[in-house]
């Protein structure tokens, strides 16, 4: 069930897109418009620059105060046919020359003249236009006179009208256009998210009755493979954890069922007549080891629960894994002296853990090396820790080979090659499982091999 809050990935990557795309609009606009600007800023000093060429032209043919005075009316036969634009003419004297009357333009324009800079000035009169002008000082052929002091202006009215108008058009055509590929990125999400919902459909019909159904591949783009890929494992991991909790099912039943069994019998029998004391004492006799078989599955279920959990937790110490070896031995050697196999051990090492722990692990291994070793057969048990940073610890014995694709899984619970290899003891199944899961607990590692009529099983511990 999705929570409430969470967006969908199709509402992120079209907030995503569009955003992306808005972004890219918006510095879009701004940019044409900055040009648009520039534009008639350019077209503005064109024309203001032609007319200032102009009157520098017209001054330089004055030469008398006469021709000076007569200079207003070929200006304005020049000016005719430019509405905005404004012309002012200064004498050398700093008298009014065109127009006649008192000139419009702001007197910080005129100044300008005077820093020999031709820079354009923007200015807002009281009406509320702005205007663009330019001034600068043009010399006469008058001997002796100073330079007139010229300034052309020009009114933006109509540029900031049209400028206005294109804006609106602009972010509106801006704004659609960013709803446009809102859009269009909604549709793109939910066509390049297709095949994660068929990812999903095809996930939705896998139950635990059918773990052996496998994502297609053939379909699924090339970045949703690797998902495919991984749900793929998973669902192999699953299944195998299906079979094996089923088979250890059927397993802890069969094993729990034979003592239970032996109770149940025994204990009817026992109470279908009066029995002698004695006959009391060795039915109860015979119970208890049924209830001690019992006691030891729980226990053993019991420690391998913790460890799927993590919960076990050794005590640290040095242990000497040689002295632990030598004490089991002397356990085992009547037992193999009984059968007939040869007991023997080598090496040295000692790793920082839980004594009782290891011991158990060593102790299982030999419990099932004595176990499966045929009469004459011999085991060999090796400590070497010239690594450095591992011990290892290897329990050898002869007998029939172990076919490989047994080996991987001689470490789990209940599981055994074939029946016969149960014949000699009444083991559970469980003390290899146990032993692996002691050697993880101490950050180690069990494995085994078998090759040539030899299996060995072995423990590597951090040193």
Excluded at 147 to 155: E, F, G, L, Q
Excluded at 373 to 378: D, K, N, S, V
Aim: hydrophobic share 45%.
């Amino acid at each position: 069930m999705r929570r409430i809050g969470n967006k969908s990935i199709t509402f992120k990557l079209t907030l995503l897109f569009a955003s992306a795309s808005t972004m890219v609009l918006l510095v879009l606009g701004l940019l044409i418009g900055s040009l648009v600007e520039r534009h008639f800023e350019e077209l503005d000093m064109e024309l203001l620059g032609g007319k200032l060429a102009l009157l520098r032209h017209a001054l330089e043919k004055v030469n008398s105060d006469q021709e000076l005075e007569a200079l207003p009316r070929q200006l304005e036969a020049a000016l005719v046919g430019h509405p905005g634009l404004e012309v002012v003419v200064l004498k050398p004297d700093g008298q009014p020359l065109y127009p006649a009357e008192d000139a419009k333009l702001p007197n910080e324009l005129l100044a300008e003249a005077r820093k020999k800079t031709t820079r354009p000035m923007l200015w807002t009169d009281l009406e509320n236009h702005r205007y663009r002008g330019i001034t600068a000082e043009l010399p006469t052929h008058i001997q002796g006179a100073a330079p007139a002091v010229v300034a052309v202006s020009t009114d933006l009215s109509h540029h900031e009208h049209f400028m206005r108008s294109f804006r609106t058009a602009l972010w509106t055509a801006m704004g659609l256009a960013a709803l446009l590929t809102g859009f269009l990125g909604w549709i793109a999400a939910r066509q390049g998210l297709a095949p994660l919902r068929d990812i999903s459909r095809s996930a939705a019909r896998i139950t635990a009755d059918h773990l052996d159904q496998r994502l297609s591949a053939a379909s699924i783009p090339v970045e949703l493979a690797e998902v495919a890929e991984t749900l793929n494992e998973m669902l192999a991991r699953l299944e195998e954890s299906f079979r094996r909790l089923t088979d250890f099912s059927s397993d802890i039943a069969h094993e729990l069922r034979t003592p239970v069994s032996n109770l149940l019998t025994q204990t009817q029998v026992t109470l279908s007549k009066p029995r002698s004391l004695d006959e009391y004492r060795d039915i109860l006799a015979s119970n208890a080891e049924e209830l001690e078989r019992l006691s030891r599955i729980i226990a053993d279920m019991l420690f391998l629960a913790k460890s799927d959990n993590n919960l076990i937790i050794p005590h640290r110490e040095k242990v000497d894994l040689m002295a632990e070896v030598g004490s089991l031995f002397d356990f085992y050697e009547a037992l193999a002296e009984e059968k007939e196999v040869n007991l023997t051990y080598s090496g040295k090492g000692a790793v920082y853990g839980d004594r009782l722990m290891l011991r158990r692990a060593i102790n299982n291994l030999l419990s099932n090396a004595v176990r499966h070793t045929p009469a004459g057969g011999r085991i060999e048990v090796r400590v070497d820790d010239s690594n450095g940073s591992n011990v290892i610890v290897a329990v050898q014995n002869s007998g029939e080979t172990i076919a490989p694709e047994h080996l991987p899984r001689l470490f789990d619970r209940f599981y055994r090659v074939h029946t016969s290899r149960q014949s000699f003891g009444e083991g559970a199944g469980l003390g290899l499982a146990i032993t692996r899961s002691i050697a993880h607990a101490h950050g180690g590692e069990a494995w085994t091999h078998s090759e040539k009529g030899i299996t060995t099983f072995e423990i590597r511990l951090p040193a």
